[in-house]
Nanobody
Framework: QVQLVESGGGLVQAGGSLRLSCAAS????????MGWFRQAPGKEREFVAA????????YYADSVNGRFTISRDNAKNTVYLQVNSLNAEDTAVYYC?????????????????WGQGTQVTVSS
């Protein structure tokens, strides 16, 4: 069993930055791929970024590539999402997810554990 707790969301002006964190409990974190997804009001949950168990492979949605960076610290059981150059379209609840697979994926169905989400609101 893995429990995930996100933090770091908030209200930020367009062009600003935030660092989202996801603290995981459970012995399997270091062998699990991790992902970030987001859901805006009235829209479906969408993939943002993923990272494999070692941090050696990273994947990004086209809409955030070059602006967002996913990373992990297995010693701290934490995965991060650095979000830069934010715009109004980035406003959403951001969710951290853990997979029982070691490689990352774009698909929500590949993730078995989800956090409660952290709100990111970008003001223009």
């Amino acid at each position: 069993q893995v429990q995930l707790v996100e933090s770091g969301g908030g209200l930020v002006q367009a062009g600003g930055s935030l660092r989202l964190s996801c603290a995981a409990s459970g012995r399997t974190f270091s062998s699990s791929a991790m992902g970030w997804f987001r859901q805006a009001p009235g829209k479906e949950r969408e993939f943002v970024a993923a990272i494999n168990w070692s941090g050696g492979s990273r994947y990004y949605a086209d809409s955030v590539n070059g602006r967002f960076t996913i990373s992990r610290d297995n010693a701290k059981n934490t995965v991060y999402l650095q979000v830069n150059s934010l715009n109004a379209e980035d406003t959403a609840v951001y969710y951290c997810a853990a997979s029982t697979y070691s490689s990352g994926s774009y698909y929500p169905s590949r993730y078995d554990y989800w956090g409660q989400g952290t709100q990111v609101t970008v003001s223009s």
